[in-house]
């Protein structure tokens, strides 16, 4: 096979790439606080000899590079529900996992069967003193202030435990709508939350299905250069073979 089509192969190999980042943004576009991704593609340039090029000549293949996240905040959604908190601006919740702390955006909480507030998945959701928030049974009316002081009739309870990264993008997919970082956080003393409010997917679905229309063209348009090369080497095979018999 020749460079033409090793070039063209690696094209159709990274639009697949980019076909599969956007296809998970448009299934996640009602997972709240989802972060819609796009791959990163760059120019692999190899030198290729041949008799006509002695010297050789650069050869541009593509190369998917990385999957870069989207961290602007989506829109917020009023649910009233008291344990659904919104972060405004930058920070993430702390949560505690089997695999360590974890981090996220998606302010959907609820009490598990002793008290504790709890991630949708069952992961207990940590106060500033890196323990878990628990209400107490008689506790009925659940206030969470701006700064993420949780009260009830009873007092103070505790206080959400927000924090920042220097670089977002250093975040890594953890599962269940968490994050992990090999970076240390920084507490962030005065979040902006909001209490009856959930942050929502920042996936633009039209916007997604227009790129994957794109995309889909594209790659229709490399698979039928592809064949049109296969068809002129094996329409040249009979006439080389031919040339060189007589030759």
Do not use: C
């Not at 829109?75 to 405004?88: C, F, M, S, Y």
């Not at 599962?175 to 507490?187: E, I, K, L, N, W």
């Amino acid at each position: 096979m020749e460079n033409t089509s090793y070039i063209a192969l690696s094209r159709q190999a990274a639009l697949w790439r980019q076909i599969e980042v956007v296809a998970n943004n448009m299934a996640n576009t009602n997972t709240p606080a989802y972060k819609s991704e796009q791959v990163m593609f760059h120019d692999q340039t190899v030198k290729s000899k041949s008799d006509n090029t002695p010297f050789g000549r650069q050869l541009a293949f593509v190369r998917d590079v990385a999957t870069l996240r989207d961290t602007t905040e989506g829109p917020v959604t009023k649910t009233e529900a008291p344990l659904d908190v919104a972060i405004h601006g930058d920070g993430y919740f702390t949560v505690d996992t089997p695999a360590g702390p974890r981090f996220t955006r998606a302010g959907h909480f609820r009490l598990d069967e002793n008290g504790m507030v709890v991630t949708t998945a069952g992961y207990p959701v940590l106060q500033q003193n890196d323990t878990p928030i628990i209400l107490a049974p008689n506790e009925a009316q659940v206030t969470i202030a701006g700064d993420g002081t949780v009260s009830s009739e009873n007092g103070i309870i505790g206080k959400f435990k927000v924090v920042k990264f220097d670089n977002e993008l250093d975040l890594k997919k953890a599962g269940d709508g968490t994050y992990q970082s090999s970076s240390d956080p920084t507490v962030v003393d005065r979040p902006d939350l909001s209490q009856g409010m959930v942050e929502e997917s920042n996936v633009k679905p039209v916007l997604e299905m227009t790129q994957m229309m794109t995309i889909m063209r594209s790659y229709e348009g490399v698979q039928a250069m592809i064949q049109n090369e296969h068809d002129r080497q094996m329409k040249a095979m009979p006439i080389l073979s031919q040339s060189q018999s007589q030759a």
